[in-house]
């Protein structure tokens, strides 16, 4: 039996890196499909906003929150969807360790452009619906617990249990 190289030690997978590769990808869009949908459900709730009644009784603040909402909703819907154009057009160029690896970066720009456009929506919704101090504290808890849920515990996770020791 060979003896296993340190990558592959370190992996804990006997694998190439194609197949390492094309299953990260499988890992990845299974992971954009989840935030794809909600994003394009709150991008798409976005949208209608402006043809409401109640859009013209907006005043100036909640027009410009609203419309930075909307610029944010795009930016992250176009993030999050940028892996599958990525993977289509470099398909078959024996590429895809390198495709994974920037599909992965987008997929982050996306959540943190998520967390954004998240944020806001918020921002605008309770600002509308309770004009009262209050929002910005409850909107600050909201994020601090996104914030939380989508990065500080898996920046944690990856700490505390990924060995460096090779084994």
């Known amino acids: 039996m060979e003896q296993a190289t340190a990558a592959e030690r370190r992996s804990g997978r006997n694998?190439?890196?194609?197949?390492?590769?094309?299953?990260m990808w499988t890992e990845l869009i299974q992971e954009i499909r989840v935030a794809q949908m909600?994003?394009?459900?709150?991008?798409?709730?976005?949208?209608?906003?402006?043809?409401?009644?109640?859009?013209?009784?907006?005043?100036?603040?909640?027009?410009?929150i609203y419309i930075v909402t909307v610029v944010l909703g795009a930016t992250a819907t176009g993030a999050l969807i940028g892996p599958?154009?990525?993977h289509?057009?470099?398909?078959?160029?024996?590429?895809k360790p390198r495709a994974v690896e920037w599909a992965s970066?987008?997929?982050?720009?996306?959540?943190?452009?998520?967390?954004a456009t998240t944020t806001?929506?918020?921002?605008?919704?309770?600002?509308?619906?309770?004009?009262?101090?209050?929002v910005p504290y409850l909107v600050t808890g909201v994020v601090m617990w996104y914030l939380a849920?989508?990065?500080?515990l898996p920046w944690w996770v990856r700490r505390r249990y990924t060995s460096t020791s090779g084994d």
């Open 15 to 23: 694998e190439t890196e194609d197949e390492r590769a094309d299953r």
């Open 38 to 64: 909600g994003v394009q459900i709150l991008f798409g709730f976005l949208l209608t906003v402006v043809f409401t009644p109640t859009y013209a009784d907006l005043g100036d603040t909640e027009r410009t």
């Open 84 to 86: 599958v154009s990525l």
């Open 88 to 95: 289509r057009l470099v398909s078959g160029r024996r590429i």
């Open 105 to 115: 970066r987008l997929t982050f720009v996306g959540l943190v452009l998520l967390l």
């Open 120 to 134: 806001s929506s918020l921002l605008l919704i309770l600002r509308v619906a309770t004009h009262d101090g209050y």
């Open 149 to 152: 849920c989508w990065f500080v």
